[in-house]
């Protein structure tokens, strides 16, 4: 399976069978990170919420993972509901069907509910395509700690003042990369550096 996911294979079902492999082997820190990239592809698989839920658990830091509010989640629920392939495959139908209701106008003109149908698809198609942009350009990145313990510094720096320490399987928001550090911010505000080579970075 990690030489399937090496290869460029990137199935939801995969990522989810190697978290469970990791977390069998005790390897918290890829379980945790696995199980998460499973989750953006399979926003509503079951059962990866729970493996995920579980294995969140099982970590050190009680820290809550970065993840929208229940707020944005109910305003924007096709952002945060839809994978990036349902989103593509929205995104493309709604396309399709604007366009055809613009072609169909082009005859009928005076038809009032084609119009309102038409501002429909034109606000859908902006919502979505708006959201397939942020998706693409402006991935959430997290970081996953995978190491027993990590340290957090001051600067991208081994030398530098360590801040605070981190523990296999918490999951951080990456402010910034400098060339193998990540600036890492908790939920708390705190912010730290830490090397890159000691977590694993999800985006999406």
């Known amino acids: 399976m990690r030489r399937l996911a090496e290869s460029g294979f990137d199935g939801g079902h995969l ?6 492999a990791y977390l069998r082997n005790g390897e918290l820190g890829h379980a945790v990170a696995s199980y998460r990239r499973a989750a953006i592809r399979l926003p509503r698989d079951e059962d990866v919420r729970a493996n995920l839920a579980f294995s969140r658990k099982s970590t050190k830091d009680a820290l809550s993972p970065p993840e929208p509010s229940a707020f944005l989640s109910t305003l924007f629920f096709w952002h945060y509901g839809l994978s990036l392939s349902e989103l593509q495959m929205v995104v493309l139908s709604l396309n399709l069907l604007f366009w055809s209701v613009w072609a169909i106008r082009l005859f009928q003109q005076d038809s009032e509910v084609l119009r309102w149908i038409f501002i429909l ?33 001051t ?8 801040r605070f320490k981190l523990h296999a399987g918490t999951e951080v928001k990456v402010k910034d990369r400098r060339t193998g550090w990540l600036r890492i911010v908790l939920p708390d505000g705190q912010q730290g550096w830490v090397e890159e080579q000691w977590t694993e970075l999800v985006e999406g």
């Open 15 to 20: 990522h989810f069978n190697l978290g469970n």
């Open 121 to 153: 698809l034109l606000v859908l198609l902006v919502a979505t395509a708006g959201s397939l942009f942020v998706h693409n350009f402006f991935p959430l990145q997290v970081a996953v700690v995978v190491p027993q313990e990590i340290e957090a510094r």
């Open 155 to 162: 600067a991208p720096d081994p030398d530098s003042v360590v």
